[in-house]
């Protein structure tokens, strides 16, 4: 057996003992310095509010081209889908029974017109009679009566011939107003404007275009109590700039005027309808397009902070403040429009507030950190 050798353990610890002070170490424990955040006071600056709705775009005119005479079609003189001018000429119904029936209203216009000038003739000579007391008053009487009937007559055969005037111009279908004319519904030889009005195609006007959107019942009143103050009224808004964009675009490029306002609230969903009317030049905005439209109101002061500095939890919408003490705080705060990468605080915030922008992770309410000073860009466009 082997036998090792034995020390006493006082001789051990005093060896330790005297390694340990020879080193010049100590064994308290020394806490990490608090972690480091960036903080920042609220921006003060201006913003814009808006009223802001979903609408859908609309036509300005829209209508049906209808044959308004009986007859066959004989010529379609335009394009599907193609852009057309005011007054132009898109089908053609056989017009040669309507210029049959104008000659023979003209016709019957010009015997008329024959009739009345030999009634009159006789009439002034019956009175140039009766006043020499060589006519009877019977004979007089009976001229003019000729003479009136005659009139009468020359007055229906005008109508006669104004009206086969009129259809036979309806049997040039031309163009309303400006626009683009859909797919025509009939065929070149079909017979058309038998049996009641009948649709030959549509025509519809892009350039403007309205857009049509609703406003809430609490929408309504809030833009009310803002005008009774500015001592404005509801129909000192028509005019107002709107900006519209599509699902696809990034902010509202469009820029239009209102236009219409309803007197009155559908009882039905509670929302009061208006409308603004915008250029469409390249047509990029089509009748039935979903649109996101806003509607500046008013300026006024407000405190913005940047929205990475923004969190969320159960209760809603907070942001972590930096106190006097350089101790996390968490200040629950409702959130209004965004600006730019800035959130503007409705409330819940202090102009001389410290938020944390940076280092968010790092920042546990309740613990110490080390504050590095940053000041938050202003939102672009705003005023100070």
Request: with cysteine; glycine share 8%; proline share 6%.
């Amino acid at each position: 057996m082997t036998l090792r050798p034995r020390f006493p353990l006082a001789a051990l610890c005093a060896a330790l003992g005297l390694g340990l002070s020879g080193c010049g170490q100590s064994n308290t424990y020394v806490a990490p310095p608090p972690p480091k955040v960036t903080v920042a006071k609220p921006v003060e600056q201006k913003v814009t509010r808006y009223f802001e709705a979903t609408g859908n775009a609309a036509a300005i005119n829209s209508a049906n081209l209808v044959a308004r005479v009986q007859g066959f079609l004989t010529e379609i003189k335009y394009v599907d889908g193609a852009p057309v001018k005011k007054g132009a000429h898109l089908f053609t119904i056989e017009p040669e029974p309507y210029q049959l029936k104008l000659q023979q209203a003209q016709a019957a216009e010009q015997a008329a017109q024959a009739t009345l000038t030999q009634t009159q003739a006789e009439f002034e000579r019956q009175q140039d009679l009766a006043s020499r007391q060589v006519a009877s008053k019977a004979a007089l009487d009976n001229a003019l009566a000729n003479r009136d009937s005659a009139k009468a007559k020359l007055l229906q055969a005008q109508a006669d011939t104004k009206q086969a005037q009129i259809n036979l111009d309806y049997t040039q279908v031309v163009a309303p107003f400006d626009g683009i004319v859909t797919a025509r519904q009939v065929s070149i030889g079909e017979l058309v404007g038998s049996g009641g009005t009948q649709v030959l195609a549509t025509i519809v006007q892009l350039d403007p275009i309205h857009v049509n959107f609703n406003a809430s019942e609490r929408d309504v009143l809030h833009v009310r109590d803002m005008l009774v103050k500015r001592g404005e009224k509801a129909a000192d808004l028509i005019g107002s700039t709107v900006e519209v964009g599509l699902q696809t675009d990034a902010g509202y490029p469009y820029k239009g005027k209102l236009d219409y306002i309803s007197p009155t609230v559908n009882q039905a969903t509670g929302t009061l309808a208006a409308r603004a009317e915008l250029p469409n030049e390249r047509r990029l905005m089509l009748p039935g397009f979903f649109v996101r439209v806003r509607v500046p109101l008013e300026e006024t002061p407000a405190l913005l902070v940047p929205a990475v500095a923004l969190g969320s939890d159960q209760g809603g919408r907070y942001v972590l403040v930096v106190d006097g003490e350089n101790t996390v705080q968490q200040r629950k705060v409702e959130v209004g429009p965004t600006v730019g990468e800035l959130a503007v605080i409705e409330s819940g915030l202090k102009a001389d507030d410290r938020v944390v922008i940076a280092g968010i992770l790092r920042a546990i309410p309740g613990q110490k950190v080390d504050p590095q000073t940053q000041t938050a860009s202003a939102a672009p466009g705003a005023t100070k």
